[in-house]
């Protein structure tokens, strides 16, 4: 019901060469773990082109705005019409896909300690609702004025999630007995699979702690000498 297939963005086509650990322990060995999976590497001048395409007359409200804001929306197309997972390259993985995936799910939805929907891992059946109301509340909100990249990416990802299966709208961060309330009603519906994550050593992708090393130091290592900034400017 899901597809196997797995959407990485990254600036170019070489990711799987580079030697740093958080790759080689991350999308290397996802890929490596599970090699009946496709694993799709998407450049930034693609994910320009694919939603020039896609979004058409609405592409002018992302048309100048970075990669990050780009990559937010480009996701959400990109599960809705084909499915499969999307995933940061930043997250370590020890798993085989076909361990944790149930069959008869059509989506996993990755919980950030009790905080917000996981936004960095999505994973679904194509035709999903829940990113066709995603992209509508995005396009929305930036026409009105919107631009906060959190807002827009993680915020907006919860609003749609809770309002499509749960019939609220609730905020990030609403207190863990409120996200429990809301997990049992998403597990009512018996399709989807909810896990609980605490990152960076534990999520959906990774349940040991191994010692592979400071994540954040091997993050800001690896984005240092590739040239790209975080996306909160802080480093």
């Given at each position: 019901m899901i597809p196997k297939i797995v959407h990485l963005s990254w600036k170019d086509k070489n990711l799987f060469e580079r030697d740093s650990p958080l790759i080689i322990y991350g999308v290397k060995r996802l890929r490596d773990l599970n090699p009946d999976w496709d694993i799709r590497i998407t450049i930034d001048e693609e994910i320009n082109d694919y939603l020039n395409e896609t979004m058409r007359h609405d592409f002018s409200l992302v048309e100048h705005k970075g990669i990050v804001a780009k990559t937010d929306i480009w996701r959400l197309y990109k599960l809705l019409y084909e499915g499969g997972i999307y995933v940061d390259i930043d997250r370590f993985c020890d798993?085989?896909?076909?361990?944790?995936?149930?069959?008869?799910?059509?989506?996993?939805?990755?919980?950030?300690?009790?905080?917000?929907?996981?936004?960095?891992?999505?994973?679904?059946?194509?035709?999903?609702?829940?990113?066709?109301?995603?992209?509508?509340?995005?396009?929305h909100r930036r026409k009105i004025g919107f631009?906060?990249?959190?807002?827009?990416?993680?915020?907006?990802?919860?609003?749609?999630?809770?309002?499509?299966?749960?019939?609220?709208?609730?905020?990030?961060?609403?207190?863990?007995?409120?996200?429990?309330?809301?997990?049992?009603?998403?597990?009512?519906?018996?399709?989807?699979?909810?896990?609980?994550?605490?990152?960076?050593?534990?999520?959906?992708?990774?349940?040991?702690?191994?010692?592979?090393?400071?994540w954040k130091k091997l993050k800001k290592e690896f984005y240092s000498k590739s040239g790209i900034k975080h996306w909160t400017g802080e480093w």
């Open positions: 798993v085989k896909l076909s361990e944790v995936i149930p069959k008869n799910v059509k989506q996993v939805l990755p919980v950030c300690r009790y905080y917000d929907f996981s936004h960095d891992l999505m994973i679904s059946a194509p035709n999903n609702p829940v990113y066709n109301t995603t992209i509508s509340m995005y396009l631009d906060n990249i959190y807002f827009l990416g993680a915020q907006t990802y919860m609003h749609a999630i809770t309002h499509t299966l749960v019939g609220e709208m609730i905020n990030t961060n609403p207190g863990q007995e409120k996200f429990e309330e809301i997990i049992n009603k998403i597990k009512s519906l018996g399709f989807i699979e909810v896990f609980v994550e605490d990152p960076p050593y534990f999520t959906f992708l990774y349940r040991n702690r191994e010692d592979i090393g400071d």
